[in-house]
């Protein structure tokens, strides 16, 4: 029986600068020209050889499974050591795992998604989804904030390609302007934005991923404005070992959020315990 621990051996063949502390790498794998099939919202355990494994959102488009692109925040060993990586330099990956944005509900309907910081990474397949199939959706509004301009992911696609595709709405806001510095956009945490929504409540689902502060108040902000709990999506984060469901290091409850998640309907994730996202 193979073994699901064992990584696949993949290679490092694009790294680009996001932020000060975010790079997304591009991957290849070694063991055939196939790729890698996943779903939206997915992630995969990255392994550096000697440090260990860190959980990844999968953020490449799912229809070039040739490569694997994999948007990072450099915060610990892992994430810091595969920084000290370049090109042509060999990792391990492992999945995809867990579930997915709930993509094919969404058609026909409109879309609205809530993203805060390195967060953008799990919704980028989403966006480019909708890129590729820019009729399977009603409309897709992007709101999405950082703490700076400088910490904004994707910058060059924001404007050139994303805001281009049809019935597609990119609004930004960033906590703070340091001086000097040139910006357009709002300002103020992403919550600011909903005044803005075009997007309609009553037919829209709504897909959220940030730091869990960030989708209490952007939920509490939504169930205002009449979005569905049904149909509003948040991706939460939990300290991962396996990522098969077999270990119990990422339970939030009675769930396993590498299996049973990383994606929950507000709905579900209210009954949980221990964590934040929740509207009283
Ligand atoms: C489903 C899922 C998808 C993710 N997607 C991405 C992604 O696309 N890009 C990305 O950069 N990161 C992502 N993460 C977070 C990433 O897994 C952690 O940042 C990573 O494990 C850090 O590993 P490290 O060894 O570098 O840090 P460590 O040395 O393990 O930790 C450094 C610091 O970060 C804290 N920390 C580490 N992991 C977590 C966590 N999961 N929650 C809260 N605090 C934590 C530690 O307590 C410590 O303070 C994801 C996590 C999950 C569960
Ligand atoms: S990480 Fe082991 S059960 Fe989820």
Redesign the pocket.
Known sequence: MENPYIPRKAVITNIEDETYDTKTFTFEFKDCQKGIEFKPGQ?VMLSIFGY?E????I?SDMDDPSHLE????K??????ALFSLKEGDQVGIRGPY?NSWPVSDAEGKQLLLVIGG?GC??LRPVILYHRNNPKKFKSMEVLYGARTPGDIIYKKYHEEEWSKIPNTRILLSVDRVPENTYWKHEVGVVTTLFEDIKTNPEEALVFICGPEIMMKYSVIGLLKLGFNPDRIFC?M????RCGLGLCGH?QLGSKY?CKDG?IFSYTELKHLPDHIVRSD
């Open positions: 992630f260990g860190a959980a990844i959102s953020a994999l948007t990072v925040r915060v610990g060993d892992v994430t810091g867990g390195c990474g799990t991706s984060e939990r300290r991962m990422c959020v990383p």
